[in-house]
């Protein structure tokens, strides 16, 4: 990921409260991380920008490993981990869909 994408702790702490009420959209469980998987992820942010995954008891991978899997093959930030829940933002590159990103780059 570029060093010229990451967010500011203003940025953050929007995206945080932001994604406060929301219910995780994803899971990782004994399947683990994919390439599939990293897919689907892609797509649900191209439409929501901002999105909570969460690792079930059964996932055979940590948070971190987690987090690194999805920095590493992605460009989608992940905005906060608490516990076993992760959420992940990035902006939509539709201008129909860019409801968040354009607060957020403003700030």
Partial sequence: MEDD???RGKQKRYLRAHAHNMRPLFSVGKNGLTEAWLDQLTGALENRELIKIN???SADVTVDETKAFIEE???IQVVQ???RVL???RPATDEENQRISSIVEDM
């Fill in 81 to 83: 981990t608490i516990g």
């Fill in 87 to 89: 959420v992940l933002y």
């Fill in 73 to 75: 093959n992605t460009n």
């Fill in 55 to 57: 690792l079930q008891q």
């Fill in 5 to 7: 994408n990451l967010l």
